[in-house]
């Protein structure tokens, strides 16, 4: 059995540059560089533009690995190319959010603000409505920092109060019931 993800081919766009090392891909391109871990077991085949994901054999942890270093490539292609964007909106009466240089400043009810700090290679701004985007190479980098910020005030199922993403629809509960 062969991984559908897996056996589907990467192509490799103008401006890319790919290097296969034993046991590591790095990814170059006009945003930055990525580099990703190559298990035992997968094999990378850059032919003309075009780069060929193998498994070696069939065992399941092969298998396994086959469509998600496929998929981890791919998203570093995109990554260094067109890079990846999470936008978040603060829904809340005197919620609001700030940057002040490379930090992110929130009022979001506490008796202090609360400030995030922006990782290297992640990039935040700021817009009207209360609305603010995370932008990054890394794929899993920008989801995981949008997460963290996200976990500082959940939206509520009762008003939907919080930090949620632009996308995201919260499912609302009824209040009490009146006598």
């Known amino acids: 059995m062969v991984s559908r993800i897996g056996k589907a081919p990467i192509s490799i766009v103008d401006g890319v540059e790919v290097n296969i ?6 990814v170059k391109g ?4 990525l ?13 003309n533009g075009i780069l060929e994901v193998k498994a070696r054999d069939n065992e399941r942890q092969t298998r396994s690995n086959h469509g998600l270093i496929r998929s981890l490539i791919q ?9 990846y964007t999470k ?7 005197g919620y609001r959010v700030n940057l002040k240089g490379t930090t992110l400043e929130f009022a979001l009810g506490f008796s202090h603000p609360v400030n995030i700090e922006a990782p290297e290679g992640i990039t935040f701004a700021v817009g009207e409505d209360n609305q603010f985007s995370v932008s990054g190479i890394s794929k899993q980098q920008v989801g995981e920092v949008s997460a963290n910020i996200r976990k500082l005030r959940p939206p509520e199922p009762y008003k939907g109060k919080g930090i949620k993403y632009i996308d995201e629809h919260i499912i609302r509960k009824a209040g009490k019931a009146g006598k």
């Open 21 to 26: 090392s034993k046991g590591s891909i790095s």
């Open 30 to 33: 006009p945003k930055g560089e």
């Open 35 to 47: 580099s990703q871990s190559v298990p035992d077991g997968i094999t990378l085949k850059l032919d």
């Open 75 to 83: 998203n570093m292609v995109i990554g260094v190319t067109q890079g």
């Open 87 to 93: 936008t978040l909106e603060i829904v809340g009466t």
